[in-house]
T-cell receptor, first 114, second 112 residues
Framework: DSGVTQTPKHLITATGQRVTLRCSPR?????VYWYQQSLDQGLQFLIQ???????AKGNILERFSAQQFPDLHSELNLSSLELGDSALYFC?????????????FGAGSRLTVL | DAKTTQPTSMDCAEGRAANLPCNHS???????VYWYRQIHSQGPQYIIH???NNETNEMASLIITEDRKSSTLILPHATLRDTAVYYC?????????????FGGGTRVLVKP
């Protein structure tokens, strides 16, 4: 157990629907990162938050949004889902946001869009 | 972040040391070398990182060349559970751009 908790572990939904993935960071970690891993794309960085504020943005689609709440948990919202959104979504957390801070990853949420 | 080059795949024998090379010829002085691994769709697992000096922990050793243009991850006694994709990542030390950028990694198969 890495200490980063992601729910749900598995999610099956239909095209056009909206889902929310949740991440609880390790105790004491203020920074949260979201990554997407699909079969043909590898691990792609989506977005990073630090203490509630967005710090960095990657290749996140406009249909996707995220936020970090005052209790530091984060949610990734995926809307108007397409078949191509089927992927593993990983959350990671770190204490700070400098390059010296190790990222700890959760076990992931597997999204299947039918 | 500097780009890294790793072999696509490699095999190693159980119980032997596994030496995983990584080239990062465009690395800057303020960039760390990080190693992560991913075991079959599990979340990536941190192994080790370093800036200039060689590093060792309970999992592995990291050897960084003096010019910092390449490094080697050493798993001292590979086990079957070390079969995974290993990612070498160069990452800026500054506050901005803190994300990890994953490449293709090296697929390591430990054989009995």
């Amino acid at each position: 157990d890495s200490g980063v908790t992601q729910t749900p572990k598995h999610l099956i939904t239909a095209t056009g629907q909206r889902v929310t993935l949740r991440c609880s960071p390790r105790s004491g970690d203020l920074s949260v990162y979201w990554y997407q891993q699909s079969l043909d794309q590898g691990l792609q960085f989506l977005i990073q938050y630090y203490n509630g504020e967005e710090r960095a943005k990657g290749n996140i689609l406009e249909r996707f949004s995220a936020q970090q709440f005052p209790d530091l948990h984060s949610e990734l919202n995926l809307s108007s889902l397409e078949l191509g959104d089927s992927a593993l979504y990983f959350c990671a957390s770190s204490v700070g946001y400098s390059g010296a801070n190790v990222l700890t990853f959760g076990a992931g949420s597997r999204l299947t869009v039918l | 972040d500097a780009k890294t080059t790793q072999p696509t795949s490699m095999d190693c024998a159980e119980g032997r040391a596994a030496n995983l090379p990584c080239n990062h010829s465009t690395i800057s002085g303020n960039e760390y070398v990080y190693w992560y691994r991913q075991i079959h769709s599990q979340g990536p697992q941190y192994i080790i990182h370093g800036l200039k000096n060689n590093e060792t922990n309970e999992m592995a050793s990291l050897i960084i060349t003096e010019d910092r243009k390449s490094s080697t991850l050493i798993l001292p006694h590979a086990t079957l559970r070390d079969t995974a994709v290993y990612y070498c990542i160069v990452r800026v030390a500054a506050a901005a751009g803190n994300k990890l950028t994953f490449g293709g990694g090296t697929r390591v198969l430990v054989k009995p």
